[in-house]
């Protein structure tokens, strides 16, 4: 049996190493027009930041490897121009001779991979505009720096690839500008959180123009201004395209392979494709997500191993299927590591759920140990109390945090559950209560209603909607003087439970405090003096007054 | 109605402060014989290491912080001597003025704690010997090292207090002594793992003495050097005795309230005891394995943290239970992190069940990021592929794996689950594929048996037992010459596709590599042709020479 497989970088040498490990007897062979195989993509930015010294750790396995380890043969630079699937035949242009040839299989695996965007644009060609997305854009990337020690950058597009790339050229001591069409950056966060993110890049020295898009790249053989929808133009010597990739499907359209919804390759859950003895996988293929079961793309390498190996079971009889992704994403930029799994608020409200939303600010570790405030923005479910997703964006100790919440969901915790988990405490490494079992306590009794959470947001455009509030300030006279929630009076909790007759028990009634653990305080000396309709404000002052900037800006 | 709750630690505040916020209308006191409440006893080592500046950082809360928070009444230095529960009443000392006073209550909640053992041994009294638990023991060790500059100390106990204090008495420039009667430091780790963090200690220069016992302590007014069982003699200018706590049960004893086969208070799911209207939680009470469901004390701040929320659920008459612990634990040796959860291999085994052991070595990021090797010991149940616990040394990104494998079980994960999970992946914190995601495809392998496993423990044994084995060493003839496995031959990978008809393909084999991913292609390629029987060795040859040093030593 012949197993032939197109590209080879995650997904494709994943098929091919798994399907090996179970047989022998298959005859295994892979294509790819590129000449590196079996890259970290997202090593990338680390490479052109020199936090990697040498090209070749973003390479460490070549063909040789493969062929000694597996028995596979892995033909780079070799295109797969065209298949006949009638006769499950495949032309394939040698891109260093151009000679053509033929080859035969009895399974195909398409694992073709994403290829960065590149939009329409003038001046897109010259020398000095990259995108990011193989060895040989990193490797020009950083040669390119190197020979002309740019002063300046532009990035174009604000997901995590242009995060990442901002970081790492300022480290090289780069002035960067970052330019997304969207109002925020990291569209797959909310905006509230995504602002948290902003701000920081700002702080480190980042400009960014958001809610702008480029309309040109000016200059004569280089790039030396870009234009921008507005009328503004920014001079630059350095421009980075990273606005996102696109599924390569061009073969698969050519014989008949179905896309999905997402464009990319639909595929069932054992990585087939609606043709017989045709699989997809990684970057190229479609996959779902574990909550709603709705299809999605969100191509990474970590997915594309799964998907690789669950194709190199299915095609060697081993029993396998993929049970879907959270799109859990993580990344760093500056001081902050920003990191998201399973459904944002506003995916949760577009999927039609019913959420209860927190922000929960907490230290990682104890302050006494070099602790820092992470903010953790987690959703539920209030008809089932699922927990449905979580984004962080904190200093230290975040990733952590999402791949507990992460496996969590992934085994359906009820917000309740969370609270229960023995996780391991010590003061180099934890709180007392972990930031994760705080987080499931505050949404268990918010969606028990036995203490009730109001968003920034909600309340604001609450008040903006005409209902009125009794928003009481629990904090010292200090702070509330400082700043404090539009319409708030001042009673610091110490005083709360004399002064409680000051206020009307049939209102409904905010409290808050700095981050909200006060707040929760006050809100239970009400509610149990029979004040009927009381919430938190989520996050406290401290996110009321971070949201509000968000909306005024 | 008044509750009375004895103790001011961990789980007596937190049982007051969440009654309070159920309930405005509960009169809450708590008495405590000591005078500090509410502090981080886990934080001591680092005080007396100087990482935590100020003791105060270790009591952040006083009195009149739950006054004010929780209209809670704490009296400290007030001992409770006696209590009479057909008439519900206590009696308490002022341990200031020694007057006497009673107080009555409807509920009782006992949070007395535990105290560190005292071994009776000539010589504990003497004022350079000190016991590791609360703010005053703090204190006085700072005070005395700041005092006499002791330039050696020995520790007796090498549990993780112990190896804590050998830190960061070390750290002081002060010369370490750990003396354990068992033979091995971490008796709550499999030795094999125990054994990995007694090398990193002598490594760091502490002097361990396993399988000894102190007989002594001798010296006149300090103690100047410590007698053994073995007749050996250490001299000393510093004692730290941490031989574990029993936890204070004498008032339960006192007032009827029964104890548990481990000693402590035994409590059901809502922390209620034996007697109607009395409450144990934290250090004093007894807890339960998530997975057996057997009692188990293993008193920690984060479990107490939770028994006393739960209590105070309880008491104020919201639903709540306990769902018991993994015992899972973790703490800093120096440059290394050690974490625990679950059964380790020989409670496993204990319990009965039939296991498959994988040690699973693998970076906690791509090298190229600067990720380091960590050494996963991971436990499932073959009948139902459950995950029954995993033990984890390395020198970073221990804690995260530890706490998503405790999770994981929490969730009853199978090995097969591990794979599926959807964590985050970026450079700077993970591989593409997670050390997890490989713990749980190894043991899935391992348990579906197309991939077997054994033990260095297992071989070593059975070739001890008369078995003999077909071994294969598939790593580079330089590594093969500078150690292997006993008895074993070499063929490298590459080779052995073609030379495994000098092998037996009906003989007990095992392969194997340097850390045992080699050894699995190598496990494949022999089963695909036709062997019979073949286990990879787990962990490969780093993990059997490290257990074949532990065995001779």
Known sequence: MKLLIIGSVAAGTSVGAKARRNSEDLQITIYDRDQDISYSGCGIPYFVGGEIADIDELTPRDAAFFKKRYNIDIHTRHEVESIDHATKTATIVNLATGDRLTDTYDTLVLATGASSIVPPLQGVDHDNVFTVRNVRNADAIRSYIDAHNPKTATIVGGG?????????????????????????????????????????????????????????????????????????????????????????????????????????????????????????????????????????????????????????????????????????????????????????????????????????????????????????????????????????????????????????????AKAEDLFHLDLAYAPPFATTKDPVLYTGMALDNAIKKTARLMTPNELIEQVAGGKSFQIIDTRSKAQFEKNHVDGAIHIPLGELRTRAKELDPTLPTIVYCNKGVTGNAAQNVLKNLGFTDVCNLSGGNKNYQHCKKCLTE
């Open 160 to 412: 995590f690839i242009g995060l990442e790339m901002a970081e790492q050229l300022s480290y090289r001591g780069i002035q960067v500008t970052l330019v997304e069409r969207l109002p925020q950056v990291m569209p797959p966060l909310d905006r509230d959180m995504a602002e948290r993110v902003a701000d920081h890049l700002r702080d480190k020295g980042v400009s960014l123009l958001l809610g702008e898009s480029v309309t040109a790249l000016n200059g004569t053989e280089r790039v030396t201004d870009i234009a921008l929808e507005s009328g503004k133009s920014i001079a630059t010597e350095l421009v980075i395209l990273s606005v996102g990739v696109k599924p390569n499907t061009e073969l698969a359209k050519q014989i008949g392979v179905g896309l999905g919804q997402t464009g990319a390759i639909a595929v069932n859950r054992k990585m087939q494709t609606n043709v017989a003895d045709i699989y997809a996988v990684g970057d190229v293929a479609e996959s779902f997500s574990v909550i709603t079961g709705e299809a999605i793309y969100r191509p990474l390498g970590s997915t594309a191993n799964k998907m690789g190996r669950i194709a190199g079971m299915v095609i060697t009889g081993e029993e396998a299927e993929h049970r879907g992704i959270l799109g859990t994403g993580i990344f760093k930029a500056f001081d902050l590591t920003v990191a998201q799994t399973g459904l944002t608020e506003k995916e949760a409200r577009e999927a039609g759920y019913d959420i209860e939303v927190l922000h929960n600010i907490k230290p990682d570790r104890p302050e006494y140990m070099g602790g820092k405030e992470m903010t953790i923005k987690a959703i539920a479910d209030r008809a089932t109390g699922r927990v449905l997703g979580a984004q962080i964006v904190g200093p230290q100790g975040v990733d952590k945090r999402i791949d507990v919440l992460a496996t969590a969901i992934t085994f359906k």
